[in-house]
């Protein structure tokens, strides 16, 4: 999602919240992002009208969620997301992922809301 989307300027941290507690070594996937990825723990909502803010340095951010995860098979899944940065702006995406090698890939993305 962070290549797909384009969330502006004002993005300057990604706060994941995966769908299980995960190693904090899970991160070092996304140490060559143009934007830093942290966990959603380490960010805070301002409020209903206020952005996502990171708490240690106060960067604007976008709240990545991984609403839920289903193994269609061994190699092909689907997972419920949801982009978030602030009480009016998310979008909820359905993606069916596929096993390509050792990665997993999107295969489709299909926008099933939107505020």
Do not use: H
Request: glycine share 8%.
């Amino acid at each position: 999602m962070f290549k797909t989307y384009n969330y502006g300027a004002y993005v300057k941290v990604y706060c994941i919240q995966p769908e299980r507690i995960l190693p904090e070594r899970f991160l070092q996937r996304f140490s060559g992002e143009k934007i830093p990825v942290v966990w959603a723990t380490d960010c805070d909502n301002g409020g209903v009208m206020n952005s996502i803010r990171e708490k240690k340095t106060g960067r604007s951010g976008m709240r990545m969620t991984i609403v839920s995860l289903r193994f269609i098979r061994g190699d092909e899944a689907e997972a419920e997301v949801e982009a978030f940065s602030d009480g009016i702006a998310a979008n909820w995406n359905t993606l069916r992922l596929v096993r390509q090698g050792s990665k997993w890939a999107v295969k489709t993305d299909k926008l099933t809301n939107v505020s």
